[in-house]
C-alpha cells in the first residue's frame, strides 16, 4: 500500500489559473519547440530511451504541444492536466491524441505500468513538501529502465506570481537548483541518466526574459 499524495492547499487557484491564461498561452506559442533544439534534442533522446518500454504519460501537458511532439517521434502517449480549458485545447488541437483531467498529486499510477513519464515545465508549481512524493509516484509508476524527463525552472526560493500571459494569476513558481532536483530524483528511487542546463535568456521582441531552466533524464533501475 502507498501513502497516498498530499493535495496542494492552493490547488483549486492553480487550476482557475491556468484555465484562464490557456487561452492566450495557446495563441502565444508558449511552449513551441520549434526555436529551441536543445529541448527538442533532450526529447529526441528521452523518445529513443522510451522505445519498446510502454506507454508515456506526459504530466501537466498544457495545450498538448510536447504530447504531439512526442507522438510525432513514434512514442505511445497520453497527456493529463490539471487544468480542463487546457485539456480542452490540447483536444481541439490534437485529436488523434488522448488527454484527461486530473492533478498530477492524484494520479493514483499502477507500479511498473508506463516506460515514461513527463513532467515538462508543469511541476513548479507544487509545494516544496508535496514535490518529493509526487516524484516518487511518478518513478514507482515506471517499468524497470523506465525514464522521467524533468524541465523546471532554475534559482532559489518561491515566486508568487499575480499576473502571467497578460492575465490575473494566483500561484506560486518554486525555482530549484539541478543538485537539489538531482537528489529528489535519487530518493525517488531513480538513477541519473543526462543533465542538460539552459543559462538564463534576455527578454526580445517575441518573448519576455526566462531564469535558468534545466532538464533532467533518470531511470528507474531494472
Ligand atoms: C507552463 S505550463 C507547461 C505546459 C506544457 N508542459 C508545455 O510545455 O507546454 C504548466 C502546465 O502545468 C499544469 N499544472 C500545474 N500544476 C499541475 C498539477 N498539480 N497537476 C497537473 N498539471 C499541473 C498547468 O495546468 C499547465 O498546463
Redesign the pocket.
Known amino acids: 500500500m502507498v501513502d497516498p499524495v498530499a493535495q496542494p492547499a492552493d490547488?483549486r487557484l492553480?487550476r482557475e489559473s491556468?484555465d484562464r491564461v490557456a487561452d492566450n498561452y495557446v495563441a502565444m506559442g508558449?511552449?513551441d519547440l520549434a526555436p529551441a533544439p536543445w529541448l527538442r534534442a533532450a526529447l529526441a533522446a528521452f523518445a529513443e530511451d522510451v522505445r519498446g518500454l510502454g506507454p508515456v504519460l506526459d504530466?501537466?501537458?498544457?495545450?498538448g504541444?510536447?504530447t504531439a511532439h512526442l507522438a510525432g517521434l513514434g512514442v505511445d502517449v497520453s497527456g493529463?492536466?490539471?487544468?480542463p480549458r487546457?485539456v480542452a485545447h490540447a483536444r481541439r488541437l490534437h485529436p488523434g491524441l488522448r488527454f484527461a483531467v486530473a492533478?498530477?498529486?492524484e494520479l493514483d499510477l499502477a507500479e511498473a505500468s508506463l516506460g515514461g513519464v513527463l513532467g515538462?515545465?508543469?511541476l513548479f508549481?507544487?509545494p516544496r513538501d508535496v514535490l518529493p512524493d509526487v516524484l516518487t509516484s511518478l518513478a514507482r509508476a515506471l517499468v524497470p529502465d523506465g525514464r522521467l524527463l524533468l524541465g523546471m525552472h532554475v534559482g532559489d526560493g518561491d515566486v508568487v506570481r499575480t499576473e502571467v500571459y497578460g492575465m490575473p494569476v494566483t500561484w506560486t513558481t518554486h525555482l530549484w537548483q539541478p543538485r537539489q532536483l538531482a537528489g529528489l530524483l535519487s530518493r525517488a528511487g531513480l538513477q541519473p541518466v543526462a543533465e542538460l542546463r539552459l543559462p538564463p535568456t534576455p527578454a526580445s521582441t517575441s518573448a519576455p526574459a526566462l531564469p535558468a531552466q534545466v532538464v533532467l533524464a533518470a531511470r528507474r533501475p531494472s
Open positions: 490547488l492553480v491556468y508558449v511552449g504530466v501537466g501537458c498544457g495545450p504541444t510536447v493529463v492536466d490539471l487544468s487546457m492533478s498530477a498529486t515538462w515545465w508543469s508549481n507544487l
